[in-house]
């Protein structure tokens, strides 16, 4: 009983915080953008998915052979924690996403799973990021520009709303940071 409370305030808190953030994403939102930019979000969207850190932990591997086995690991496990976070957490919440709740905002590419809250691929993001460049600091002028990249395809895309998009890289610093302690 307890938690269908919890998950009940939970719910509706996030449905307030929602209707504050529609104005704002309905600006951010690509129907206003020309096609290439549309084009540049939904790439990077994707690559988000995670190719993009597959093809770094692989590169990383090549060009530094064993050494970088343990930057790898520290990516791979702390990237399932964050997918056992999220999951968990959209699960809990069913936030609806933005284009479901509000018809002026557009869908504008397909989404992984059903829920909105947190935002999977920012959390990722900035959990690879982070481990990544712990370990290789040089490796910043790629991955960060493009972890802001994936976030803001996140909002312009019509996927997420603002405050998904900040918990998740919120919660994925944290699991970065927890990671790295061990």
Known sequence: MRLN???????HGLNRLALLEHAWLERLNGVRLPDWEVGLFRAASRLGDGLF?????AGLLVAHGLDALPAVLHMVAAGLVGTLL??????AT??????QVCPTICC???????FSFPS???LHAVIFSIV???????LGWLVWPFTALVALSR????????????IGALLGAAVAVLALSF
């Open 120 to 122: 999977g691929h920012t």
């Open 86 to 91: 999220y999951k968990w957490l959209k699960g």
């Open 53 to 57: 850190w597959y093809v770094l932990m």
């Open 5 to 11: 409370r919890i998950n009940l305030v939970a719910h």
């Open 155 to 166: 909002l312009v895309l019509g996927l997420h709303y603002m405050s998904d998009v900040a």
């Open 132 to 138: 990544a460049t712990a370990y290789y600091p040089a």
């Open 94 to 99: 069913e936030r609806p996403r933005p284009y």
């Open 108 to 114: 504008l590419t397909a989404p992984l799973d059903r």
